[in-house]
């Protein structure tokens, strides 16, 4: 059992930063590989990034490769995503997932084999 909280979401101006959190606890959390999800208005949910518990493997998609970065701080049981140089195309309910398998220590995967979510945060980027 993983549960996840999201925050940091907002309204920002194209060009602008956000930093995304997502507070992860219960018992296996420490094991747990994150992912961050999107989805936007009319189109499907797609994964964005990924880190795996030991925060030695990351994923991103190509639309944010250098633009997100993703990290941790098990000592504090959060996960982020700092988000710079956003776009309009980045306008999305930004969703943080959890798992613990046998590949989370060492890996993650952006777009599936993640089973626990939390309730999503918006992120809004228009002029």
């Known amino acids: 059992q993983l549960q996840l909280v999201e925050s940091g979401g907002g309204l920002v101006q194209p060009g602008g930063s956000l930093r995304l959190s997502c507070q992860v606890s219960?018992?296996?959390?420490?094991?747990?590989?994150v992912g961050w999800f999107r989805q936007a208005p009319g189109k499907e949910r797609e994964g964005v990034s990924c880190?795996?518990?030991?925060?030695?493997?990351?994923n991103y998609r190509d639309s944010v490769k250098g633009r997100f970065t993703i990290s941790r701080d098990n000592a504090l049981n959060t996960v982020y995503l700092q988000m710079n140089d956003l776009k309009p195309e980045d306008t999305a309910v930004y969703y943080c997932?959890?798992?613990?398998?046998?590949?989370?220590?060492?890996?993650?995967?952006?777009?599936?084999?993640?089973?626990?979510w939390g309730q999503g945060t918006q992120v809004t980027v228009s002029s």
């Open positions: 880190i795996s518990s030991s925060g030695g493997s990351t």
């Open positions: 997932t959890g798992e613990v398998a046998y590949w989370s220590e060492f890996a993650c995967h952006i777009n599936e084999g993640y089973t626990y």
């Open positions: 219960g018992s296996t959390s420490e094991s747990a590989a």
